[in-house]
Nanobody, 115 residues
Framework: QLQLVESGGGLVQPGGSLRLSCAAT????????IGWFRQAPGKEREVVSC????????DYADSVKGRFTISRDNAKSTVYLQMNSLSPEDTAVYYC????????WGQGTQVTVSS
């Protein structure tokens, strides 16, 4: 059964960078659009970015445009989120999401931006 596994989160100083990965196990995510979401404490989960199956189409929340880049490597069945110029407002648990035969969510990876 397909599972999504995020990695790459951690503690970073303001202005720093992180690269998150979302890997599929048990199946492949090659044929599906993938989204990154985040949820900060006390706030609702919000979409951050999404990418089409072939990677040619991407979209971003206004709050991350110009700082975050989503990409995918279908040979590795992995989607990435490169996050630059991080600020404390980016602190959240980041989740990847796929709509297949049902909704699939990863377990999340914590990103903390703090000095």
């Amino acid at each position: 059964q397909l599972q999504l596994v995020e990695s790459g989160g951690g503690l970073v100083q303001p202005g720093g960078s992180l690269r998150l990965s979302c890997a599929a196990t048990g199946s492949t995510l090659d044929y599906y659009a993938i989204g990154w979401f985040r949820q900060a404490p006390g706030k609702e989960r919000e979409v951050v970015s999404c990418i089409t199956t072939n990677g040619h189409g991407t979209d971003y929340a206004d709050s991350v445009k110009g700082r975050f880049t989503i990409s995918r490597d279908n040979a590795k069945s992995t989607v990435y989120l490169q996050m630059n110029s991080l600020s404390p407002e980016d602190t959240a648990v980041y989740y990847c999401y796929m709509r297949g035969d049902r909704d699939y969510w990863g377990q999340g990876t914590q990103v903390t931006v703090s000095s």
